[in-house]
């Protein structure tokens, strides 16, 4: 649905040039939630604001729906954007009209017959649950309610894709759940493409099927939700997902610990996660387990659980927990501090 | 007592301060109308012909502050002196009314492309962009996203105009356009009538108060925050 080829972007500035990205290319397809997650600076921004040209690439080429977007004419440009919507961190509605009004305003300027304003208006409000709040002006609308607005406002012109840069970014906790589930459902309900951008984990683990991990510019890996999470291979997606399974036990207690026994990580991925594994094992061999650290998250469709253990006894016992672990669809790594 | 000296003097002065604060509506009107059809426009070319915006052009963004500025610079009084014969050209006379006009717009106007500039470029920038991406036209987003989300900041800028305008137009009875403080210039000042004097002060403050506060009121309604 999406496809960025090999695109590059350098800004210049005064002092001097940004290679805000380098190369890039991603393929999103249609249907799914597509997130892309990347520390500050890392270009994310530039990348979405590529797809419907609000930032023109310097190099490569930009598809959407099978259309080339950087040879376009202006005119050809405008009916392409009208099928891609886009949400915004600062939601970007016009403060001096009421809600209704901010979605009407821009189907009447795309040319959208004004008998059916009101319709669309209103079927979209709902959508959203804000049908109560037509007549109401942004400012007397919380953060989350913003958002929702300004989601209704872009999928009343019915797009194929929807972008959304930082959309819950300014949204508390709570609030960021509300809108994620909103736009899950209209992912699932109206088959809409989405491509998100985040610095957030949680965001990405919650609604997307695919991820991208962006860093100075470049993609460093992509893949499916559930294998980035089960196996990161860059240290940078480590680190993102390390920041899920917080473990504040110090290196020191690590390793008195590791003389009587391994330290080990365990991976549960989907039906794995639901399993005593590790207490069947201690059960079945001459071990104690002691569990280090820990947690379980939710994936979009499985759960994802991580524990950090300690295996005290006989390293021949030990050693038939691993074995035991990896036949019940465990992953277990020692963990080691020689590199730290 | 005082009534019937209230009355004796608008018997004898009515006409006249009457006539002239006509002529001060007339003028401010009629110039403030043309000054907003050039000073809008030339707004909105300063803020679009910046770096970084839709029709981003270095020399003509140089060219208009370059003008602007020194336009600003000079004093209404010299202005009035200075223009006598591009007004002669215009309007075929440099006296009068309709010879005063001419001054006054090429002395507002500029003030006016200035005041909507910074009003205009309070729109945050994201809003514009949000209709970019949903494929708007420019000239669209210009009208109905810029300056609507302007009005308020519009509205207390042409009140600040106007104001400077009616100070402009103490002047015009240089050239024989009358008003309400050539009345006061006039009959106060050089016949020493200070009743007069009064009279068209206090009207000319009734007027700016009234003003302000209908700008005030207005572009209060106009914000919805
Ligand atoms: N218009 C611009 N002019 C110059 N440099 C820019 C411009 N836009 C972005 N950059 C630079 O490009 C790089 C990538 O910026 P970008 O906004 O895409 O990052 P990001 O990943 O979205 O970060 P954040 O999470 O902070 O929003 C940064 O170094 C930024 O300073
Ligand atoms: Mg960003």
Avoid at chain 1, 67 to 73: D, P
Avoid at chain 1, 200 to 208: A, L, S
């Amino acid at each position: 649905m999406i496809q960025l080829k090999k695109i590059s972007k350098t800004f210049h500035t005064k002092t001097k040039k940004v290679h805000a990205l380098k190369n890039v290319s991603l393929e999103v397809k249609k249907g799914e939630i597509f997130g892309v997650i990347g520390y500050s600076g890392a270009g994310k921004s530039t990348l979405i604001r590529c797809v419907n040209l609000l930032e023109k690439p310097t190099n490569g080429e930009v598809y959407v729906n099978g259309s080339k977007l950087n040879t376009m004419s202006a005119e050809q440009l405008r009916e392409t954007r009208k099928k891609i919507g886009m949400i915004f961190q600062g939601f970007h509605l016009l403060k001096t009209a009421t809600v209704f009004d901010n979605i009407a305003i821009p189907l009447k300027l795309t040319g959208v017959p004004k008998r059916e304003i009101p319709n669309r208006v209103q079927k979209y409000l709902a959508v959203v649950g804000l049908e109560d709040k037509q007549d109401v002006y942004p400012d007397q609308l919380s953060g989350g309610q913003k958002q929702r607005v300004a989601i209704a406002r872009a999928l009343s012109h019915e797009p194929e894709v929807l972008l959304s840069d930082e959309a819950t970014s300014a949204l508390d906790p709570e609030t960021t759940e509300s809108i994620l589930d909103l736009l899950a459902k209209i992912n699932r309900e109206f088959g809409i493409t989405i491509l998100l951008i985040t610095h957030e984990m949680h965001v990405i683990q919650k609604i997307c099927d695919r991820v991208a991990v962006m860093e100075n510019g470049e993609i460093i890996e992509q893949g499916n939700v559930i294998d980035l999470y089960s196996e990161p291979k860059q240290a940078t997606t480590k680190k993102f997902i390390n920041s899920l399974f917080p473990s504040d036990l110090p290196d020191e207690t690590l390793k008195e610990l590791q003389k009587r026994g391994p330290i080990i990580t365990l991976t549960f991925v989907g039906s794995s996660a639901g399993k005593p594994a590790l207490s069947m094992a201690s059960k079945k061999f001459d071990v104690h387990a002691n569990i280090l650290s820990g947690n379980i998250i939710q994936l979009k469709d499985k759960p994802f659980g991580r524990l950090i253990a300690h295996l005290e006894g006989e390293p021949e016992e030990t050693n038939k927990v691993r074995q035991f672990l990896a036949n019940e669809g465990v992953q277990v790594e020692e963990v080691s501090f020689d590199d730290n | 007592m005082i009534i019937s000296k209230v009355i004796a003097f608008f018997d004898k002065w009515g006409d006249v301060i009457w006539e002239a604060t006509l002529e001060t509506f007339q003028m401010g009107s009629i110039s403030l109308i043309i000054s907003v059809i050039i000073g809008l426009p030339l707004g909105i070319l300063l803020v679009l012909t910046r770096p970084g915006k839709s029709l981003e052009n270095k020399y003509i963004h140089f060219l208009l502050n370059i003008l602007i500025n020194i336009i600003r610079s000079i004093p209404f009084i010299i202005l009035l002196f200075l223009l006598l014969p591009f007004t002669k050209f215009i309007v075929g006379t440099s006296i009068g009314v309709k010879g005063v006009i001419v001054p006054l717009v090429v002395y507002t106007a500029p003030y006016i492309a200035r005041l909507m500039e910074s009003a205009l470029l309070e729109v945050n920038r994201g809003i514009l962009e949000a209709y970019e991406a949903m494929g708007i036209k420019t000239k669209d987003i210009i009208w109905h996203v810029m300056v609507r989300e302007a009005r308020p900041s519009i509205i207390l800028a042409l009140t600040i105009a106007i104001i400077g305008l009616i100070g402009a137009t103490a002047m015009a009875g240089l050239v024989g356009a009358g008003g309400l403080g050539d009345v006061a210039y006039r009959f106060g000042h050089l016949r020493y009538e200070l009743d007069v004097m009064y009279v068209s002060i206090v009207l000319l403050v009734v007027l700016i108060q009234v003003i302000q506060s209908i700008g005030n009121h207005l572009a209060a309604l106009l914000k919805k925050d």
